[in-house]
C-alpha cells in the first residue's frame, strides 16, 4: 500500500511562492499517475494539477495553468507542486493522490485510490 505525505502548505501574502512536495512510502510514483487536488471550506475537492505515469505528461485545471507546476524528481519518490502568483481564492487544503485513470477521467478524485492527509495553504489579500 502506498502511503502519501504532503508537506509545503504556509500562510503566504497575494503573489508569493510557495512549494508543495508529495513523497511516498511503501511504492514508487513511476506505476502511478499523481494528482493535486485542493478543498476549500465549503466547498468540494476539486482537481488541481495532474502528471501522468507514463510519458509525465502534466495537465492543469484552468484556475492554475500558467501559475503552477507540477513535476517529479529523477528518483521518482516525491511530486512537487511550484505555485506563483498565489491568489487569496488558492487557499485551500492540497492533497495529493495516486492511481491509474485513463485520461478522460484523470480530473476525477473517484479514479485515485491513495491519498495524503493533506497540508493547508493559505493566501491572504
Known amino acids: 500500500q502506498v502511503q502519501l505525505v504532503e508537506s509545503g502548505g504556509e500562510s503566504v501574502q497575494a503573489g508569493a511562492s510557495l512549494r508543495l512536495s508529495c513523497s511516498a512510502s511503501?511504492?514508487?510514483?513511476?506505476?502511478?499517475?499523481v494528482a493535486w487536488f485542493r478543498q476549500a471550506p465549503g466547498k468540494e475537492r476539486e482537481f488541481v494539477s495532474a502528471i501522468r505515469r507514463s510519458g509525465g505528461n502534466t495537465y492543469y485545471d484552468d484556475s492554475v495553468k500558467g501559475r503552477f507546476t507540477v513535476s517529479r524528481d529523477g528518483a521518482k519518490k516525491t511530486i512537487y507542486l511550484q505555485m506563483n502568483n498565489l491568489r487569496p481564492e488558492d487557499t485551500a487544503v492540497y492533497y495529493c493522490a495516486v492511481g491509474r485513470p485513463v485520461l478522460s477521467a484523470i480530473r476525477q478524485a473517484p479514479m485515485y485510490y491513495y491519498w495524503g492527509q493533506g497540508t493547508q495553504v493559505t493566501v491572504s489579500s
Open positions: 511503501g511504492g514508487t510514483f513511476s506505476d502511478y499517475t
